[in-house]
């Protein structure tokens, strides 16, 4: 069973950081794509960053400049860095990753369970 565990949400005060992490684990042959996502209450769930497996980037306009993606692909985990957060950052963060079973198998889409992350003003 492939699961992705997240960690490192928490309170923090406006202009704080805090660094999300997110663990692949369960049998798999490969991970191409990962990302972070978010949701405010009431809100659809929104892209935040994505790295693809060679390491290109891409942020929401919301958060560039103030968060980072990066990932380890030994450990096969995926990380966000942020910084300078606004109250406006709160949200339930989510991983995501896109994941081949074994070598002939399609890509599947994975989510985590999230990781509550308030930002107080």
């Known amino acids: 069973q492939v699961q992705l565990v997240e960690s490192g949400g928490g309170l923090v005060q406006a202009g704080g950081s805090l660094r999300l992490s997110c663990a692949a684990s369960?049998?798999?042959?490969?991970?191409?794509?990962m990302g972070w996502y978010r949701q405010a209450p009431g809100m659809q769930r929104e892209l935040v960053a994505t790295?693809?497996?060679?390491?290109?980037?891409n942020y929401a306009d919301s958060v560039k400049g103030r968060f980072t993606i990066s990932r380890d692909n030994a450990k096969n985990r995926v990380y966000l860095q942020m910084n300078s957060l606004k109250p406006e950052d709160t949200a339930v963060y989510y991983c995501?990753?896109?994941?081949?079973?074994?070598?002939?198998?399609?890509?599947?889409?994975?989510w985590g369970q999230g990781t509550q992350v308030t930002v107080s003003s």
């Open positions: 995501n990753a896109d994941i081949r079973k074994f070598s002939v198998s399609p890509l599947r889409n994975y």
């Open positions: 369960g049998s798999f042959f490969s991970i191409n794509a």
């Open positions: 790295i693809t497996s060679a390491g290109s980037t």
